[in-house]
């Protein structure tokens, strides 16, 4: 059968999100509504209209405004399509094709036919997930996916709710659940500046990861002041402002946090 589903963006050459050069798909829709996303077009499931209002440079009396549409309902064949245009680079580099949101994991029957066509042309997978989505949503894409990106945020059942609006229970035993299924793992951590990136917080992530299985590596992904301005473009709620990104030094720190676990930790700029 031939599925469609609403994708907002397709990056191709990307080579952060996962191993050599790929092609990451965004699929629209997140059940989350964290405080400092990056990416306020992906929330809504369906495509959206956004206004972009440019002051007039020579009077500054006068505004325009565009509109944007984000967001297609497209098949799985015209995804496919072009990933496949990629794969003399990702055979070359050891790449592939990645699906991220949003939660790709909110159109679980298009993402399993997007992957199970990957994996008939031996194209290695990658799901960045914020682990948010049902048991059976996981099971039925398991079996196609190379490797699971998976966002950990916040330990602390409260605080979870407060700044991503949902429970972390959820998230949590997921992830136990892809652990257990031998599934590879490389786990992605916002550092939100006094929400996130907390010793208190990283402390319990990384006591957390320690009891698990096939966790290889850890991303640390720094606070990036340039998304503030796109917030405001969408009109999130954009409640995060003047926040700075990490020093060098607060950055060791936190990696050390997660020395003991053994594994490959990355700092991502
Ligand atoms: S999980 Fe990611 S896409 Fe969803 S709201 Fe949070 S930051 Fe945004």
Known sequence: MQHTGIVFDIIKYSVHDGPGIRTTV??????LDCIWCHNPESKKLEPETTTKITRNKVLKLSYSETKDVVGREVTVDEIINEVF????????SGGGVTFSGGEPLMQPKFLKELLLKCKEQDIHTAVDT??????????????????????????SETEHKKYTGVSNKLILRNLIFLSEAAKKIRIRIPL??????????LGQIAEFLSKLKNIFNVDL???????????????????LENLK?????????????????????????
């Open 85 to 92: 245009k990629d794969r003399m680079f990702y055979e070359q």
């Open 221 to 239: 992904l720094p606070y990036n002041e340039l998304s503030e301005g796109k917030n405001k473009k969408f009109n999130s709620k954009a409640q």
């Open 245 to 269: 990104m990490q020093s060098d030094e607060s950055l060791d720190k936190i990696k050390k946090t997660f020395e003991p676990l053994g594994v490959e930790i990355t700092i991502r700029g």
């Open 192 to 201: 939100i500046p006094e929400i996130t990136d907390t010793e208190t917080n």
């Open 26 to 31: 965004f699929l629209k829709g997140c059940p």
């Open 130 to 155: 914020s682990g948010y989505a049902s048991k059976e949503a996981f099971e039925l894409i398991i079996p196609y996916t190379d490797l699971f990106l998976f966002d950990l945020k916040i330990i």
